[in-house]
């Protein structure tokens, strides 16, 4: 509460701690999702090279 003269009004409390800490809270579960989908299937295509599939190559 504050109080001017007469007039009192509500003024709330920020507490930076517990922002801070929401904020950093966040980032890593979205680090830890990213990563999860990364691990699963990476976003580069896969590459296997097969003998049959060569050019050039005769079994």
Same mark, same amino acid.
């Given at each position: ?8 009004? /509500?003024?709330?409390?920020? %507490? ?8 950093? !809270?966040? *980032? &890593?579960?979205?680090?830890? &999702?990213?990563?999860?989908? !990364?691990?699963?299937?990476?976003? /580069? ?6 003998? %049959?599939?060569?050019? *050039?190559?005769?079994?």
């Amino acid at each position: 509460m504050t109080s001017a003269g007469a007039a009192t009004t /509500w003024t709330p409390v920020v %507490d930076g701690g517990r922002v801070a800490l929401i904020g950093v !809270v966040t *980032g &890593l579960i979205a680090a830890t &999702l990213g990563s999860a989908a !990364v691990l699963r299937q990476p976003p /580069w295509p896969r590459m296997t090279i097969h003998t %049959d599939q060569v050019p *050039g190559h005769h079994a």
